[in-house]
């Protein structure tokens, strides 16, 4: 008997712990937050204290619809002025933490909200620190293992402070948390040791905190100086003074200043991969003009408490009392306006986040994770790739004819593109391991496309080759062909190709050759082709369209490059900036050799053009020893049989070229090589490059 009794002792014991785990280890999540998290989706956290115990009702409940409003709308409306460009088209989500009937709570449905903001006055809430939180929670606990001594009918509230919240907002997966002001170190704190749990808090639980900074009936110099003892990063809002809750400035010099939201957010995306623990405190200035008679009375109360000697834990109560009796109505009015002007601030810097987070994976981490750029074992390559990456949508209408003006039933494809992209994944699906230098929204097209290059296309990348920008979104093409294939029109959203890096010439050493395409700003394009010139490269350049191709003959780009890869178009246009107006010529070889011959005489010795021209094949242009006019030697095409895309064969026949020149080809048949290639991509579909490129052989130049 004693043996069974010990048996089942030890058996309701694991129960009893493994039921701890169970309720214990997470938070009652609404439904809507979960959605939104477990999406990337931005979410602030709002504490109840201000709700319960903050201001009477219905102001309390009124301001919490209102900030509700305010952090659900921002964000649409920022979409509708980026054009729908950005994913995150729903608004900012509201979480309000609360503990109801020992049940910790991230979000609340609008029946709690009313009942919550009533619990204050009916004596229901009690106010909750971290502290409290085992001890509230304490009633469910029991509840669930049918210990329970007594009941209640009424719905019991524990509001949580800043501390409380932060707690359970991170126990959630919530990274920004929005309050009206923080707790610091009281006046006299060194004799009294009074310094509130909220600086604990953020020394330990990794949440930004967006408040209107520390009252001043508080010791500010103080409370930043514990904030610096316990490492943790404090900056004001585009101040470079610390607010002092009801007024924008304290007379105390902030530790930093946020310029906007992605600088929060990049300052908070490189705290989570330095390994820290601890949150952030972004003190936003209160500019309601409430707030200077309030401000006005505090410094009044703290000259009366100073001239009665009153001193330590006395002083705050003191002055607290002294300011409601002064001040009317405007320590509320003003509370009320900056605590919604913080939901602004909040929405902003959570919307932020949720941009340059991956958004996958992470919820479960509660850390933001930003664009990982593959991990692999970078070696030397032989060739450089410089341009730009781009998610290609190519419609195209199915049908004898395409009619305009109306809508078309069609096919749509979306796939990786970018002149640099392209040629950089021809290369590496043929075996030659480029290195790729581009630049890519922190989003999840941009690390798709990233992951994808790694894993599928052979092409090497490291953190100093790509670019991930926080404040633009990945490039993006959208082409509708028709019906035979051929480009009648696109639009391009390039903005962040502004931003590729180029590299350095010690990263060109070895290299053999440096790949341009002519998406780069022209003074980056004309620093890499120096760069590459003094590395000893050969320096190669895609024009990519005539307006590109025709700004950048205003430089001196040409002196650098040892092939170019104009189409006809382009090749005319360029012509044209130098000098040779061949607009409306017939594109014989003699009008090509006119256009070549002033390319060439710009370019470097033994400089080569290979100049595309469709169906009617490629033209190899280079000056000659013996005659004055450049050299021509035509390549006609095949007649090629199932064409289905126009958008990748120039770019294929590129990387081939040069593929084929790193194993000792000479040009000729590198050319015919290339155009085997390009007759690969010009049959497959769905994606700009075709992905059976390695099935070519070198040995098979005219496959």
Same mark, same amino acid.
């Given at each position: 008997?004693?043996?069974?009794?010990?048996?089942?002792?030890?058996?309701?014991?694991?129960?009893?712990?493994?039921?701890?785990?169970?309720?214990?280890?997470?938070?009652?999540?609404?439904?809507?937050?979960?959605?939104?998290?477990?999406?990337?989706?931005?979410?602030?956290?709002?504490?109840?204290?201000?709700?319960?115990?903050?201001?009477?009702?219905?102001?309390?409940?009124?301001?919490?619809?209102?900030?509700?409003?305010?952090?659900?709308?921002?964000?649409?409306?920022?979409?509708?002025?980026?054009?729908?460009?950005?994913?995150?088209?729903?608004?900012?989500?509201?979480?309000?933490?609360?503990?109801?009937?020992?049940?910790?709570?991230?979000?609340?449905?609008?029946?709690?909200?009313?009942?919550?903001?009533?619990?204050?006055?009916?004596?229901?809430?009690?106010?909750?620190?971290?502290?409290?939180?085992?001890?509230?929670?304490?009633?469910?606990?029991?509840?669930?293992?049918?210990?329970?001594?007594?009941? $209640?009918?009424? !719905?019991?509230?524990? *509001? #949580?402070? @800043? =501390?409380?919240?932060?707690?359970? %907002?991170?126990?959630? &997966?919530?990274?920004?948390?929005?309050?009206?002001?923080?707790?610091?170190?009281?006046?006299?704190?060194?004799?009294?040791?009074?310094?509130?749990?909220?600086?604990?808090?953020?020394?330990?639980?990794?949440?930004?905190?967006?408040?209107?900074?520390?009252?001043?009936?508080?010791?500010?110099?103080?409370?930043?100086?514990?904030?610096?003892?316990?490492?943790?990063?404090?900056?004001?809002?585009?101040?470079?003074?610390?607010?002092?809750?009801?007024?924008?400035?304290?007379?105390?010099? $902030?530790?930093? !200043?946020?310029?906007? *939201? #992605?600088? @929060? =957010?990049?300052?908070?995306?490189? %705290?989570?991969?330095? &390994?820290?623990?601890?949150?952030?405190?972004?003190?936003?200035?209160?500019?309601?003009?409430?707030?200077?008679?309030?401000?006005?009375?505090?410094?009044?109360?703290?000259?009366?408490?100073?001239?009665?000697?009153?001193?330590?834990?006395?002083?705050?109560?003191?002055?607290?009392?002294?300011?409601?009796?002064?001040?009317?109505?405007?320590?509320?009015?003003?509370?009320?306006?900056?605590?919604?002007?913080?939901?602004?601030?909040?929405?902003?810097?959570?919307?932020?986040?949720?941009?340059?987070?991956?958004?996958?994976?992470?919820?479960?981490?509660?850390?933001?994770?930003?664009?990982?750029?593959?991990?692999?074992?970078?070696?030397?390559?032989?060739?450089?790739?410089?341009?730009?990456?781009?998610?290609?949508?190519?419609?195209?209408?199915?049908?004898?004819?395409?009619?305009?003006?109306?809508?078309?039933?069609?096919?749509?494809?979306?796939?990786?593109?970018?002149?640099?992209?392209?040629?950089?994944?021809?290369?590496?699906?043929?075996?030659?391991?480029?290195?790729?230098?581009?630049?890519?929204?922190?989003?999840?097209?941009?690390?798709?496309?990233?992951?994808?290059?790694?894993?599928?296309?052979?092409?090497?990348?490291?953190?100093?080759?790509?670019?991930?920008?926080?404040?633009?979104?990945?490039?993006?093409?959208?082409?509708?062909?028709?019906?035979?294939?051929?480009?009648?029109?696109?639009?391009?959203?390039?903005?962040?190709?502004?931003?590729?890096?180029?590299?350095?010439?010690?990263?060109?050493?070895?290299?053999?050759?440096?790949?341009?395409?002519?998406?780069?700003?022209?003074?980056?394009?004309?620093?890499?082709?120096?760069?590459?010139?003094?590395?000893?490269?050969?320096?190669?350049?895609?024009?990519?369209?005539?307006?590109?191709?025709?700004?950048?003959?205003?430089?001196?780009?040409?002196?650098?490059?040892?092939?170019?890869?104009?189409?006809?178009?382009?090749?005319?246009?360029?012509?044209?900036?130098?000098?040779?107006?061949?607009?409306?010529?017939?594109?014989?070889?003699?009008?090509?050799?006119?256009?070549?011959?002033?390319?060439?005489?710009?370019?470097?010795?033994?400089?080569?053009?290979?100049?595309?021209?469709?169906?009617?094949?490629?033209?190899?242009?280079?000056?000659?020893?013996?005659?004055?006019?450049?050299?021509?030697?035509?390549?006609?095409?095949?007649?090629?049989?199932?064409?289905?895309?126009?958008?990748?064969?120039?770019?294929?026949?590129?990387?081939?070229?040069?593929?084929?020149?790193?194993?000792?080809?000479?040009?000729?048949?590198?050319?015919?090589?290339?155009?085997?290639?390009?007759?690969?991509?010009?049959?497959?579909?769905?994606?700009?490059?075709?992905?059976?490129?390695?099935?070519?052989?070198?040995?098979?130049?005219?496959?």
């Amino acid at each position: 008997m004693r043996s069974t009794a010990i048996r089942l002792k030890t058996l309701h014991r694991h129960r009893w712990a493994s039921s701890q785990r169970l309720h214990f280890s997470s938070v009652q999540v609404l439904p809507e937050v979960r959605d939104a998290l477990k999406s990337g989706r931005p979410v602030v956290a709002l504490e109840s204290t201000i709700v319960a115990h903050g201001m009477p009702y219905p102001q309390n409940l009124e301001l919490a619809k209102d900030v509700s409003q305010i952090l659900r709308g921002k964000v649409r409306k920022d979409n509708r002025e980026m054009d729908d460009r950005s994913s995150h088209c729903h608004g900012v989500i509201p979480a309000t933490i609360a503990v109801k009937n020992g049940v910790f709570k991230a979000g609340l449905h609008p029946d709690e909200m009313e009942d919550l903001a009533q619990s204050g006055e009916d004596g229901r809430a009690i106010k909750c620190s971290t502290r409290d939180l085992p001890l509230i929670a304490s009633s469910y606990y029991r509840r669930m293992h049918g210990i329970n001594t007594e009941t $209640s009918e009424d !719905t019991r509230w524990g *509001a #949580t402070t @800043v =501390a409380a919240t932060m707690r359970l %907002a991170h126990k959630s &997966g919530i990274t920004t948390f929005v309050t009206g002001g923080t707790g610091g170190v009281h006046r006299g704190g060194e004799l009294s040791l009074d310094v509130s749990t909220d600086l604990i808090e953020l020394s330990r639980t990794p949440v930004i905190v967006v408040s209107a900074g520390v009252k001043s009936i508080l010791d500010i110099k103080r409370t930043l100086e514990v904030l610096e003892t316990f490492g943790v990063p404090t900056g004001a809002w585009k101040s470079d003074d610390f607010p002092a809750f009801f007024s924008p400035v304290s007379g105390v010099k $902030s530790p930093a !200043t946020f310029i906007d *939201a #992605t600088d @929060v =957010a990049c300052a908070w995306a490189a %705290a989570r991969d330095l &390994g820290m623990s601890n949150g952030m405190l972004v003190a936003v200035p209160n500019n309601d003009p409430a707030g200077s008679s309030v401000e006005a009375a505090i410094q009044n109360a703290l000259t009366e408490a100073s001239k009665a000697g009153i001193e330590g834990r006395d002083v705050t109560p003191f002055i607290l009392k002294n300011v409601a009796e002064n001040t009317g109505g405007d320590s509320l009015r003003s509370n009320i306006a900056l605590v919604k002007n913080n939901a602004v601030v909040g929405a902003e810097i959570a919307t932020a986040i949720s941009n340059i987070s991956s958004n996958s994976n992470n919820v479960s981490k509660n850390t933001i994770q930003s664009i990982e750029l593959p991990k692999q074992e970078v070696t030397n390559s032989r060739v450089v790739c410089v341009g730009g990456a781009v998610i290609d949508t190519v419609a195209k209408p199915i049908g004898s004819r395409m009619l305009i003006g109306t809508s078309n039933p069609g096919k749509i494809h979306q796939s990786d593109g970018g002149v640099g992209r392209n040629i950089a994944e021809t290369l590496g699906r043929l075996g030659s391991a480029p290195m790729l230098y581009t630049a890519v929204g922190a989003d999840e097209k941009g690390r798709g496309l990233l992951q994808r290059l790694e894993e599928e296309c052979g092409v090497k990348t490291t953190p100093t080759s790509i670019n991930v920008v926080n404040d633009i979104c990945t490039a993006e093409y959208y082409a509708l062909n028709d019906q035979s294939s051929s480009l009648v029109g696109a639009i391009a959203a390039m903005d962040v190709l502004s931003r590729i890096p180029i590299p350095s010439i010690e990263d060109l050493d070895s290299v053999e050759f440096l790949v341009l395409d002519a998406n780069l700003p022209a003074e980056l394009l004309l620093e890499s082709a120096k760069r590459g010139v003094k590395a000893g490269c050969k320096v190669c350049f895609e024009p990519t369209s005539v307006p590109k191709a025709q700004a950048l003959m205003q430089s001196d780009l040409l002196q650098y490059i040892t092939y170019a890869f104009p189409n006809e178009d382009e090749l005319f246009a360029m012509a044209a900036v130098l000098g040779n107006d061949c607009t409306g010529a017939e594109a014989d070889e003699k009008a090509i050799q006119a256009a070549a011959s002033i390319l060439l005489s710009k370019m470097r010795s033994h400089a080569r053009l290979i100049i595309t021209r469709g169906e009617r094949g490629v033209m190899l242009a280079m000056n000659s020893e013996h005659a004055l006019a450049p050299v021509i030697k035509t390549y006609p095409a095949d007649v090629v049989s199932g064409v289905t895309s126009s958008n990748g064969p120039g770019d294929t026949l590129v990387g081939a070229f040069i593929h084929a020149l790193l194993n000792d080809m000479n040009d000729e048949d590198a050319i015919r090589f290339g155009m085997s290639a390009a007759v690969l991509s010009l049959r497959h579909e769905t994606s700009a490059i075709s992905p059976h490129l390695a099935s070519l052989s070198l040995n098979s130049k005219n496959a």
